[in-house]
């Protein structure tokens, strides 16, 4: 089978992506995630034959995928990165150590302890005019994350993300915040 390189940000999806109903998979032979229903591929990997022959006509094709999930052997389907491996409270307080202003990493630094650390984190970024560096921040975060998943999973990718001029402003903050240290 000829494996096809996969977009970085397609990578990226998948730690966006969090469904308690849906297998999620990289399909390698096409390069793209494909989700498949919970009771599709249980009913598929049970042999349960009264629920895959009731199977509704527009699934018939997520029938096709499970049964091609079902069947693999790792070769063609693999798990694709986890965003719970992501760690993004550990990229919060590395955001905020980029801070130059301390009173506004000190209000980050609060907003992050606690219930609802992460919406407060984000209100309070918002408020500070720092969200939009904050999402620059987490999308490099994740770029660098998809692509150390793929290389240690031997995932060709192909980079689709590019680096902006707020990347490189940011990259040279982290630098002088680990300078600081």
């Known amino acids: 089978m000829e494996k096809k390189p996969v977009n970085i940000s397609e990578l990226m999806d998948a730690l966006e992506f969090d469904s308690t109903e849906h297998m999620t998979k990289l ?27 009731d ?9 096709k995928l ?24 550990r990229h919060m307080e590395q955001f905020i150590g980029t801070l130059d202003d301390n009173d506004a990493a000190e ?15 984000k209100d309070t970024a918002h408020r500070l005019g720092l969200l939009d560096d904050w999402y620059q921040y987490r999308e490099d975060a994740m770029k660098e994350f998809v692509k150390d998943w793929a290389e240690a ?23 002088k915040g680990k300078r600081k240290k």
Request: glycine fraction near 8%; charged fraction near 40%.
């Open 55 to 63: 199977i509704a006509e527009w699934q018939k094709e997520e029938l």
């Open 107 to 121: 209000q980050l630094w609060r907003a992050i302890k606690g219930k609802g650390a992460f919406r407060y984190y």
């Open 27 to 53: 399909d390698l032979q096409t390069g793209r995630l494909v989700m498949v229903e919970d009771a599709v591929i249980g009913a598929v990997e049970e042999g349960d034959d009264e629920t895959v022959d």
């Open 153 to 175: 999973n031997k995932v060709q990718v192909v980079d689709d993300v590019g680096r902006s001029e707020r990347s490189e402003e940011l990259e040279i903050k982290k630098e």
């Open 66 to 89: 499970a049964r091609a999930i079902a069947e693999d052997s790792g070769e063609r389907f693999v798990d694709p990165p986890d965003k719970f491996e992501f760690h993004e409270y």
